[in-house]
């Protein structure tokens, strides 16, 4: 079975910065790309980050140059890296695994971030 869990979540000031870790477990095959996306309340999941297994990224560009991911393929772990948080950051983020980073097949829960003003 497989399992997504994310860690690294939490409130945080604006300007500041967090670090989302996911691992996957129950893993039996080549995982192609992993990524986050976040939801808002109110609003609908958009992507936030993608990395292929051959370190190929992608960021939404809202985030780019603030936000960078990462990939430990050993270890089937991703990370999102996070400077200078805005309010509007704010959201759940969901960890995901998929063929590509917007055909997924596995979702984590999600952890909370919130950045305050």
């Known amino acids: 079975q497989v399992q997504l869990v994310e860690s690294g979540g939490g409130l945080v000031q604006a300007g500041g910065s967090l670090r989302l870790s996911c691992a996957a477990s129950g893993i039996t095959f080549r995982i192609n790309t992993m990524g986050w996306y976040r939801q808002a309340p109110g609003k609908r999941r958009e992507l936030v980050a993608g990395?292929?297994?051959?370190?190929?990224?992608n960021l939404v560009d809202s985030v780019k140059g603030r936000f960078t991911i990462s990939r430990d393929n050993a270890k089937n772990t991703v990370y999102l890296q996070m400077n200078s948080l805005k309010v509007e950051d704010t959201a759940v983020y969901y960890c995901y695994v998929g063929s590509s980073m917007y055909v997924i097949d596995y979702w984590g829960r999600g952890t909370q971030v919130t950045v305050s003003s």
């Open positions: 990395i292929t297994g051959g370190g190929s990224t």
